[in-house]
């Protein structure tokens, strides 16, 4: 039988590094990304030198600038992020095709059948690090993990060092878990961390040895794969990619004003932005929501199902500005958001009755093709020309991330690095 061996790896403060990398004049200084360039804006992600004085993703700037006040700001740059990001995963696509690609610095490789040790698949491992360093970038680190199943590969390079391998087998598994707390597991939070400790349960060598049986009465299934998954028990292997429940873009105003004109081409650019990434997938969508924060009539939004899907920016245009325009025009807004849902494979079939939206999707697919073959927004809709670059900007998510939520649907807005 086949030995399992996954290697799981994470690069280490991925966006703060591809900024130094970059920029050689940002190197070994404490840096910040931001998600905009606000007095109260949020850290996304921090170098390692940020992290050393105490600047952690979710800090707020004022935070950040009392903690270090000669912190550097930069703007989160998500087009620069994606495509370093291609170059680091096609090199790990030279060494199998199993590939789970987890977040836009992580992944899982299932080396199964191409090693035949973990001692093996250690040296994939650092000659991948090498490969990054050498070939992508010399300031970009990655901790990995080595492990028989997906979790305990993503638990050891969790773990790491900074820029280290971990390998955890049935022979040092229960020793690597010893007195270790439970919240530093993956997927262990404060409310199940806190109904373990009812059970007395508050480190990873305890759950472990603890009856299944006792904590499965506590916690049912859940008690089991949190069980299974510290004893080495795979549950699933690696995750085929799935189509996203949803899709969407927010964005904070910067500018206060009453020009209709200016909110028409914000909204169309976060609906351009969202249909391209739902085109991108090959996706339609049967559901959109919307939402805008007004100065003095607070959140006003909804949500609907459509009769015909939506594939287009005009499309999801024409509904946002159906839903949200009168409301426009009688308050001062700060905030929006627009996505969408019930998403499904694109079916290309022509509609008799709907010539129109059929037309839209073909320009929106020749825009697309446009702007991904010369640049974002080489050619744009006639709103967007007056728009800077500052306002919507492009966005990146994570699967661990800061979760916005409107109208009972989430959206992932802000990485964790």
Known sequence: MTKKIILHFDMNSYFASVEQQANPWLRGKPVGVVATMTSNGCIIASSREAKAVGIKTGCRVPEARQLYPGIILIEVDPSKYRSTSQRIFSICAEYTEAIETYSIDEAFLDLSGLVSSYEQAVQVARTIQRRIRDEVGEWLRCSMGVAPTRWLAKFASDTAPKGGVVVLTQNNLYSYLQGRDVEQAWGIAGATAARLSELG????????????????????????????????????????????????????????????????????????????????????????????????????????????????????????????????????????????????????????FNKRASMSTELSQALDEINSRYGEETIVRGPLLRLGQVHAPDRVGFRQSVEAEFNGIRELQYGKD
């Open 201 to 352: 349960v508050t480190t990873l060598d305890q759950l472990a040895r603890y009856p299944v049986s006792n904590i499965m009465s506590s916690l049912g299934i859940r008690g089991y794969h949190l069980w299974a998954n510290v004893n080495g028990i795979e549950l699933g292997g690696l995750e085929a990619k799935r189509p996203p429940k949803s899709i969407g873009h927010s964005h904070v105003l910067r500018r206060r004003t009453r020009d209709i004109r200016f909110y028409q081409s914000v909204i169309m650019r976060l609906c351009e932005r969202t249909g391209r990434r739902l085109r991108e997938q090959g996706l339609q969508a049967g559901g959109i929501y919307y939402q805008t924060r007004l100065e003095h009539r607070g959140s006003v939004g909804g949500s609907k199902k459509v009769h015909h899907p939506i594939i287009s920016t005009t499309q999801i245009y024409r509904h946002v500005w159906e839903a949200l325009g009168d409301e426009l025009s009688r308050d001062i807004p700060n905030f929006f958001a627009v996505g969408l849902f019930r998403l499904q494979p694109q079916v290309n079939q022509l509609t008799l």
